[in-house]
């Protein structure tokens, strides 16, 4: 074992330790960081370097997509690899890609760069949210993720536009190299099987989760039309608005101040854990499609801080549910390591589906309810998966 582990009721291992806990939720942030900063980044590159909104797209598209393929690489070696030797791998890649687009204004140039900045980003990602998943109370340790998952977005989206587009590279490469400085923090292996029998003891269980292989891949497709609907609605959220007469001074301080209602998002998913995990999640991604939805017919600026700071609070909100619900499936974390990966894959086809709506002069009204409908499709498979827990445990089902 290595000094982080702790002894104590409910801390058996070293993921349990604070300085893992601590490493993996600000990697995890510094990996998400394109992905919660997209609407001014998308901003910047038609303002700065004279991209069209479909090339934004794309380009975003592009390194969420990368992000998606290197968390899966990720996911297929941690059981094996030594992880600190991924995070390595990770964080060489996303610093030599963010350091070459310095200087760099060419669309194909830009586009291939963020596909290898993408999958430096999500090697070490995967890792982060694994060692996250590892922990003996998983829900609360990302609980903690994504309330700084929303402090996190609040400075990104306030103090980003203030920069040029390489500053916002060098504020990456930045991240990444303390990420670099603590890779040691990082518990090298999984748990072995007596490890995990241990854990498990230490473990508040109301439920039996052993569910088939299946289910939690179903839970991962279900997380990945989440995302597409997120990745559609946020790059293009505030190009929209522009598009429509609002004014970029007047819609970035809503963006940025929207953040804070992420933090709103996670304190009601706390209260509302008494209600189990299904009827929550849902109701949320009915509510999440409405939001997109609303801004179909044209933005004013009702309803664009209307539909943006509920998007924000149901964001999280949905994300706690989805992580707590894959992490009671997934113990051992193999699928919960996929996690990023799916959240990326989502987040880059919904760039690529609008850029392409877009580019065919559908508009925007269009856009938002594609992307809305993909929220839709994620409630009903998980109304399917409800139905399956109901079925093949009646008495588990009515604590849901």
């Known amino acids: 074992m290595t000094d982080d582990a702790t002894t104590g009721a409910g801390m058996s291992n070293n993921f349990d330790g604070w300085r893992s806990i601590s490493i993996a939720i600000f990697m995890a942030l510094v990996g998400y960081s394109v992905m919660v900063s997209v609407p001014v980044l998308s901003t910047a590159l038609v303002a700065q370097l004279d991209f069209t909104p479909a090339q934004v797209g794309r380009v975003w598209g592009a390194d969420l997509g990368g992000m998606a393929a290197g968390a899966f690489m990720a996911a297929l070696m941690v059981a094996w690899v030594n992880r600190r030797y991924l995070v390595w791998a990770g964080v060489v890649l996303s610093i030599g890609a963010n350091a070459l687009c310095i200087g760099l204004v060419d669309f194909d140039q830009i586009l291939w760069l963020r596909i290898a900045a993408g999958l430096g980003s999500g090697i070490f990602t995967a890792v982060a949210v694994v060692t996250i998943g590892g922990t003996t109370k998983p829900v609360h340790t990302f609980n903690m993720l994504l309330l700084g998952f929303a402090f996190s977005t609040f400075l990104e989206l306030q103090f980003l536009p203030l920069f040029s587009m390489d500053g916002i590279y060098l504020i990456f490469i930045g991240l990444t190299a303390v990420c670099a400085a603590f890779i040691h923090w990082i518990p090298s292996r999984p748990l072995n099987a007596e490890e995990l029998q241990q854990q498990e003891k230490g473990e508040d269980k109301g439920e ?193």
Request: with cysteine; glycine share 10%.
């Open 208 to 400: 039996d989760w052993h569910v088939p292989v299946y289910m939690p891949i179903i839970c991962l497709v279900a997380v990945c039309f989440t995302y597409i609907n997120i990745g559609g609605y946020y790059t293009y959220i505030e190009l929209a608005a522009l598009a429509d007469g609002l004014t970029q001074e007047w819609t970035t301080p809503r963006l940025s101040f929207s953040s804070i209602f992420a933090i709103i998002g996670c304190v009601i998913a706390y209260f509302c854990t008494r209600f189990g995990l299904f009827k929550p999640l849902l109701a949320s991604l009915l509510l999440m499609a409405g939001a997109v939805m609303m801004v179909s017919g044209g933005i004013t600026k009702i309803n664009f801080v209307v539909s943006l700071f509920a998007f924000m609070t149901l964001w999280t909100f949905v994300d706690v549910y989805q992580s707590a619900m894959l992490s009671h499936m997934d113990r051992r974390g193999t699928l919960v390591a996929l996690l990023p990966s799916v959240q990326g894959l989502g987040q880059s086809i919904g760039p690529f589906v609008a850029a392409s709506i877009l580019d065919g002069g559908l508009g925007y009204s269009t856009v938002f309810m594609v992307s809305g409908s993909m929220a839709l499709v994620g409630m009903l498979i998980y109304i399917g998966i409800m139905f399956y827990m109901h079925h093949r445990r009646p008495v588990m089902a009515e604590a849901m």
